[in-house]
């Protein structure tokens, strides 16, 4: 079956680094783009960062520019989100999100806390 299963989130101190991965299985990764979402209490569910299927075009929202790296290795069906110079505001739930046209899949969110 499909799984999406993040990993690495934890508490760090404000301007402190983390890097979150998501697992894939049971569907063809490669061919899906994917995407971190975040969402803070309170809050709706936020796109943080997108990649295409090869990798070759990312994007961010605009209050992670310069400071989150999404990447993949299809070869390994992972994800990753590369975030530092972390700040309090960016505590929340990280889900990762895999789609291809009109198909999607959720993992279960990987909780940041960056506090002091």
């Known amino acids: 079956q499909v799984q999406l299963v993040e990993s690495g989130g934890g508490l760090v101190q404000p301007g402190g680094s983390l890097r979150l991965s998501c697992a894939a299985s049971?569907?063809?990764?490669?061919?899906?783009?994917m995407s971190w979402y975040r969402q803070a209490p309170g809050k709706e569910r936020e796109l943080v960062a997108s990649?295409?299927?090869?990798?070759?075009?990312?994007s961010y929202v605009g209050s992670v520019k310069g400071r989150f790296t999404i990447s993949r290795d299809n070869a390994k069906s992972t994800l990753y989100l590369q975030m530092s110079s972390l700040k309090p505001e960016d505590t929340a739930v990280y889900y990762c999100?895999?789609?291809?046209?009109?198909?999607?899949?959720w993992g279960q969110g990987t909780q940041v806390t960056v506090s002091s």
């Open positions: 999100n895999a789609r291809r046209n009109t198909v999607g899949y």
């Open positions: 049971g569907f063809l990764f490669g061919i899906y783009a």
């Open positions: 990649i295409s299927s090869n990798g070759d075009s990312t």
